[in-house]
Nanobody, 124 residues
Framework: QLQASGGGLVQPGGSLRLSCATSPNSYAIAWFRQAPGKEREGISCIHGYGRRTYYADSVKGRFTISRDSAKNTVSLQMDSLKPEDTATYYC??????????????????????WGKGTLVTVSS
Protein backbone atom coordinates (compact mmCIF):
# COMPACT_ATOMS: atom_id res chain seq x y z
CA GLN A 1 0.00 0.00 0.00
CA LEU A 2 1.10 3.54 -0.78
CA GLN A 3 -0.32 6.71 0.74
CA ALA A 4 0.87 10.18 -0.22
CA SER A 5 0.36 13.18 2.03
CA GLY A 6 1.65 16.69 2.62
CA GLY A 7 0.15 18.62 -0.26
CA GLY A 8 -1.29 22.08 0.09
CA LEU A 9 -1.15 25.69 -1.04
CA VAL A 10 2.22 27.43 -1.10
CA GLN A 11 3.50 30.68 -2.53
CA PRO A 12 6.04 30.73 -5.36
CA GLY A 13 9.52 30.26 -3.95
CA GLY A 14 8.19 28.35 -0.98
CA SER A 15 8.70 24.76 0.15
CA LEU A 16 6.61 21.69 0.86
CA ARG A 17 7.50 18.22 2.02
CA LEU A 18 5.50 15.29 0.69
CA SER A 19 5.51 11.90 2.37
CA CYS A 20 4.69 8.47 1.01
CA ALA A 21 3.85 5.83 3.58
CA THR A 22 4.62 2.34 2.34
CA SER A 23 4.27 -1.21 3.56
CA PRO A 24 7.61 -2.76 4.55
CA ASN A 25 9.46 -3.61 1.37
CA SER A 26 12.64 -3.02 -0.60
CA TYR A 27 11.03 -1.81 -3.79
CA ALA A 28 11.99 1.43 -5.46
CA ILE A 29 9.58 4.26 -4.72
CA ALA A 30 8.80 6.96 -7.27
CA TRP A 31 6.98 10.26 -7.38
CA PHE A 32 4.85 11.32 -10.32
CA ARG A 33 2.74 14.38 -10.88
CA GLN A 34 -0.11 15.27 -13.18
CA ALA A 35 -1.30 18.76 -13.94
CA PRO A 36 -4.74 19.36 -15.45
CA GLY A 37 -4.72 18.61 -19.16
CA LYS A 38 -1.21 17.17 -19.08
CA GLU A 39 0.27 13.70 -19.06
CA ARG A 40 1.53 12.13 -15.86
CA GLU A 41 5.20 12.99 -15.37
CA GLY A 42 7.74 10.92 -13.49
CA ILE A 43 9.79 13.35 -11.43
CA SER A 44 11.83 11.40 -8.91
CA CYS A 45 12.66 7.92 -7.73
CA ILE A 46 14.80 6.26 -5.07
CA HIS A 47 16.13 2.73 -5.33
CA GLY A 48 15.05 0.04 -2.92
CA TYR A 49 18.16 0.29 -0.79
CA GLY A 50 18.16 4.09 -0.95
CA ARG A 51 21.49 4.61 -2.63
CA ARG A 52 20.55 5.71 -6.12
CA THR A 53 18.12 8.41 -7.12
CA TYR A 54 16.56 9.83 -10.26
CA TYR A 55 15.28 13.34 -10.91
CA ALA A 56 13.57 14.73 -13.97
CA ASP A 57 15.20 17.84 -15.40
CA SER A 58 12.13 19.85 -14.43
CA VAL A 59 12.82 19.36 -10.70
CA LYS A 60 16.56 18.67 -10.55
CA GLY A 61 18.29 20.93 -8.02
CA ARG A 62 15.00 21.90 -6.35
CA PHE A 63 13.51 18.61 -5.16
CA THR A 64 15.17 16.00 -2.93
CA ILE A 65 13.95 12.46 -2.39
CA SER A 66 14.87 10.46 0.70
CA ARG A 67 13.96 7.20 2.33
CA ASP A 68 13.50 6.25 5.99
CA SER A 69 13.34 2.46 5.97
CA ALA A 70 12.75 2.29 9.72
CA LYS A 71 9.57 4.34 9.30
CA ASN A 72 8.64 2.87 5.88
CA THR A 73 8.43 6.37 4.49
CA VAL A 74 9.76 8.07 1.36
CA SER A 75 9.78 11.87 1.41
CA LEU A 76 10.01 14.45 -1.35
CA GLN A 77 11.35 17.80 -0.19
CA MET A 78 10.26 20.45 -2.68
CA ASP A 79 12.03 23.81 -2.57
CA SER A 80 11.92 26.90 -4.78
CA LEU A 81 8.46 25.95 -5.92
CA LYS A 82 7.09 27.47 -9.10
CA PRO A 83 3.51 27.87 -10.35
CA GLU A 84 4.25 25.21 -12.97
CA ASP A 85 4.81 22.71 -10.15
CA THR A 86 1.07 22.85 -9.46
CA ALA A 87 -0.26 19.31 -9.89
CA THR A 88 -1.56 16.26 -8.12
CA TYR A 89 1.41 14.28 -6.83
CA TYR A 90 1.40 10.49 -6.61
CA CYS A 91 3.80 7.97 -5.16
CA UNK A 92 4.20 4.70 -6.99
CA UNK A 93 6.34 1.60 -6.97
CA UNK A 94 7.56 -1.02 -9.47
CA UNK A 95 8.00 -4.66 -8.54
CA UNK A 96 11.75 -4.15 -8.46
CA UNK A 97 14.37 -2.53 -6.28
CA UNK A 98 15.58 -0.40 -9.19
CA UNK A 99 13.95 2.70 -10.63
CA UNK A 100 12.69 2.15 -14.16
CA UNK A 101 14.26 4.92 -16.22
CA UNK A 102 14.35 4.86 -20.02
CA UNK A 103 16.61 7.46 -21.49
CA UNK A 104 15.96 10.57 -19.44
CA UNK A 105 12.41 9.65 -18.50
CA UNK A 106 10.64 7.48 -15.97
CA UNK A 107 7.48 6.15 -17.62
CA UNK A 108 4.32 5.60 -15.62
CA UNK A 109 3.93 2.24 -17.38
CA UNK A 110 6.88 0.95 -15.38
CA UNK A 111 4.99 1.19 -12.08
CA UNK A 112 2.94 -1.64 -10.61
CA UNK A 113 1.48 0.05 -7.54
CA TRP A 114 -0.05 3.51 -7.12
CA GLY A 115 -1.24 5.49 -4.17
CA LYS A 116 -3.88 8.18 -4.14
CA GLY A 117 -2.61 11.62 -5.01
CA THR A 118 -2.07 14.74 -2.97
CA LEU A 119 -2.69 18.16 -4.50
CA VAL A 120 0.04 20.78 -4.56
CA THR A 121 -0.92 24.31 -5.57
CA VAL A 122 1.75 26.96 -6.05
CA SER A 123 0.13 30.35 -6.25
CA SER A 124 0.35 33.83 -4.79
Amino acid sequence: QLQASGGGLVQPGGSLRLSCATSPNSYAIAWFRQAPGKEREGISCIHGYGRRTYYADSVKGRFTISRDSAKNTVSLQMDSLKPEDTATYYCAAPNTVACTVIGDEMPAEGMDYWGKGTLVTVSS
